[in-house]
Every structure is written in structure tokens, then in C-alpha cells.
């Protein structure tokens, strides 16, 4: 959440962060309007419990009518103090129900505008010329069917569609992908951690995913648990509730952890294949931090990205996303989004968000600088997306026999093989 503070000094910053999102900006009078409340109402508590106790000394030295009155007036005034803390309870709830609602302060360098409003900042690699190669390439289904590595027709028997398995070498891929994701977060100073799958609504809310992206969660009702959708919420509510020493940071951590997302709003979209899927594994890489360490942050964690998919050998660009495109935590937010030949565009493979003191309000994470407590800084950035990863493998280092060539970064993890052989014609 947003500092109460800045609402109340800069409510035009606020409106126009919420006019970027797309979002209603008159949530912001109305916030502003149960703040005022809540304050006021505390005073107004406050003046009457200094009243009642001023009285309380009084009445034992009172006698006949002078007692009689202060004893009537003893009588209103707690129940008009019991008034003012409910009054207060009101409104503090109300102002929490608001804020909890209004998304992170957008960066004011973030391009303004949708999905398709993007500025790029930088393109490594060339897309490949199948036709100059003499022929056309497979989509990664059809490769990966040849080399017994994706089966989604089972997927889709046994738990419906957006469902696959991933068999053989595909398996063997994964870990491969998910070692050497793990091997380069490590070496850059990531503490490894194999996260839960299911956390409890204060997690997955204080981390902003039951906002806008509500309907993306999957919800287990009879034990009011989340499927996670990301490891960034257990990796953000790890240290809810505790003050960290300056000096101990930055922590930065690295989490692998199934990932569920219902893909609300999306049907009709890359229905073929294991490009948008309702599970997948991921490793993401999770940076608390001062917040005055928060941009530079935002730059290694897109750094540490772009080595990633350059030791991949993938073509990509990076996005500095639109307004209208950021998650409710996020006040910045760079994808990057490798090439995917059969579609003929980039698609997002990785993205790495800044959201400054956002979450750390909500989960009540803070930092200790010398006598002074305060919020600290989160930010995330995936780094493998497995699924996606490996549909831009297949395709961009696929052979004419149907073939697919290793990165060398993989090699190690594959029992040295340089290529993945087809199984089947």
C-alpha cells in the first residue's frame, strides 16, 4: 500500500498514478474522505477517554448534588466514548478496505497507455532466416511431439485443457533449464529456496494478488488456502512481520515453486501448445532492499534476466511495460520477450518489477536503520519460466531433421549431449 502521508500531501500524484493504470480515480477522494474520518474520530476519542478519566478523579471528592451531576455526566460520557471507538473502528477499517484497493504509485518515466503501449529499450539477437536455411520451421508442439517431450493430448485427458505433461528429454529439460537457473542465481549471491504452493489470504493479499489479478488465483475454500501463481508471494511474506538490520542488506533470494493460474480472460488465447498454461514451474529471483536501493536493484535484477537469455542463445527485446499493464504492486515494470519464429513476434519470457515500499506496507516488513524503523524495498524478476522458455528453445534452435541443438549453458545439465534427437517420423 501507498503511504497515507503522500495521499494526504499529494493527492494529485495519487490520481494521476490511478489515470495511468486506467483505474478509478475516485477512489482517491473517497480514501482521502475516510482518512479524514478516521482521524478525526480518533481526536474526538481521545478528547473524550482525557474527559472521562478527569472525571474519575472528581467524583470520589464530590458530595450531594455536585456528585449526583458528575455521576449523570460520568454516564453520557462513556457511552459517548464507546461511540468514538466504534466511530474510529469504522473508520479505520474503512480507510484500510480503500487503501488496500489502490495500486502502486506509477514510476513517472513508465510509458502511459495499454497492453500495446510499450517503449523498447533494447534488442539482442537476430531472429533467425529459416527460408535462407532452406525450410520452415516447426511450431514447438510439433517438435516436441518428435521428440517425446510434450504430450498434451493426455494433459488435457486427465486434468482438461492448459494441461500437459512433459516426458523424456523434456522432463530432462526442465531440470536442466531449472539447475542452471539455479547455478546462475547462486553464483550473483541468491540464497536458493524451495518455496510453499499454498499460503494463507494475508500473503497473497499483502502481496497484491487479490486486487485486479483476483480472478487469476486459484482459492481453496474449505481451508481458506491460495495456490500460489508465482513464488514471489511466499518469497515476499517470508519475512512479514519482522524488522531486518540495514546492514544485513540487500537479501536477495532465489525460489523454484510450481506456479497456478487460472489464465482468467484468455480463452481463444495460444490455446496450442504449453505456452499459457494453468501450471508450470518457475525460478524467480526476489530482492529486499533500502528504498533508496530500489532502481538500481530494478537494473541488476534486469541485467541478471538478460544473461540469462543471452546464455540461452535467444533472440529478445526488453519492454519498459505501459501503465495500463502493470500489476497493482508494481510501479515499474521490464519484460523480456524472446522470439518466437512460428509467430513471427516477441512474446514475454521474463519480467522483473519494482515495487518500492508497496508490498513491505502490507506485510509489515521494515528495516532498521540506526533508531529509525521504516518500510523497506521489494522487487521480483523471473527468471526461467519454464514452459515458455522451452517453447522458445525448440523453436529458435531447431535443426531442419527436427532436431533441436543445446545451448552450451544446458549441456552439463543434459549428460553433455548437443542435440535433442527425434523418437518419432
Known amino acids: 500500500m501507498i503511504d497515507l502521508r503522500l495521499l494526504r ?46 472525571l474519575g478523579k472528581l467524583i470520589p471528592k464530590a458530595a ?49 497507455g495499454g497492453e500495446d503501449d510499450f517503449t523498447v529499450l533494447d534488442t539482442v539477437g537476430t531472429p533467425r532466416d529459416f527460408a535462407a536455411e532452406g525450410f520452415e520451421p516447426k511450431d514447438h508442439l510439433e517438435l516436441g511431439q518428435l521428440l517425446g517431450a510434450i504430450d498434451v493430448e493426455r494433459g488435457a485427458k486427465v486434468s482438461g485443457s492448459r494441461f500437459y505433461y512433459l516426458t523424456g528429454v523434456g522432463a530432462l529439460l526442465e531440470l536442466a533449464l531449472v539447475n542452471a537457473a539455479i547455478a546462475q542465481a547462486t553464483a550473483a549471491g541468491f540464497t536458493p529456496m524451495l518455496t510453499p504452493a499454498l499460503v494463507k489470504p494475508r500473503a497473497m493479499e499483502g502481496t497484491g494478488f487479490l486486487g485486479q489479478a483476483a480472478a487469476d488465483v486459484y482459492h481453496l475454500e474449505k481451508d481458506d488456502f491460495y495456490l500460489v501463481g508465482t513464488s514471489e508471494v511466499p518469497l515476499a511474506a517470508y519475512h512479514m512481520d519482522e524488522i531486518i538490520e540495514a546492514d544485513r542488506l540487500p537479501l536477495r533470494y532465489a525460489g523454484f515453486s510450481p506456479c497456478f493460474r487460472r489464465e482468467a480472460g484468455t480463452y481463444g488465447k495460444d490455446t496450442r501448445g504449453i505456452f499459457r498454461v494453468h501450471q508450470f514451474d518457475k525460478v524467480e529471483m526476489f530482492s529486499y532492499v533500502a528504498p533508496e536501493e530500489a532502481e538500481a536493484e530494478h537494473g541488476r535484477l534486469l541485467e541478471w534476466e538478460k544473461q540469462w537469455l543471452t546464455s540461452l542463445e535467444l533472440p529478445f527485446q526488453v519492454i519498459d511495460t505501459a501503465s495500463g499493464d502493470l500489476g497493482a504492486s508494481a510501479s515499474r515494470k521490464y519484460d523480456c520477450e ?29 528495516m532498521r536503520d540506526g533508531k529509525h524503523v521504516k518500510p523497506l524495498a521489494t522487487l521480483n524478476g523471473t527468471l526461467c519460466a519454464v514452459p515458455r522458455t522451452i517453447v522458445a528453445l525448440l523453436e529458435n534452435h531447431q535443426q531442419a531433421d527436427g532436431s533441436v541443438r543445446v545451448p552450451e549453458v544446458l549441456r552439463p545439465y543434459l549428460g553433455g549431449r548437443e542435440l535433442l534427437e527425434p523418437t518419432a517420423r
Open 338 to 366: 524472446a522470439w518466437i519464429p512460428t509467430q513471427g513476434k516477441y512474446r514475454e519470457l521474463t519480467s522483473t518489477s519494482n515495487c518500492n515500499e508497496f508490498q513491505a506496507r502490507r506485510l509489515s516488513v521494515r
Open 9 to 54: 500531501e499529494d493527492p494529485d500524484r495519487v490520481r494521476a498514478s490511478q489515470r495511468a493504470r486506467g483505474e478509478d480515480v475516485a477512489l482517491v477522494d473517497a480514501l482521502l474522505s475516510a482518512d479524514e474520518r478516521r482521524r478525526s474520530s480518533s481526536v474526538r476519542f481521545d478528547e473524550l477517554r482525557s474527559e472521562q478519566k478527569s
Open 64 to 112: 450531594g448534588e455536585e456528585k449526583a451531576e458528575l455521576l449523570k455526566r460520568a454516564g453520557e460520557l462513556s457511552a459517548a466514548v464507546k461511540a468514538a471507538d466504534a466511530e474510529q473502528d469504522e473508520a479505520a477499517a474503512e480507510t484500510q478496505r480503500l487503501l488496500l484497493q489502490l495500486g502502486n504509485l506509477v514510476h513517472p518515466e513508465v510509458p502511459v
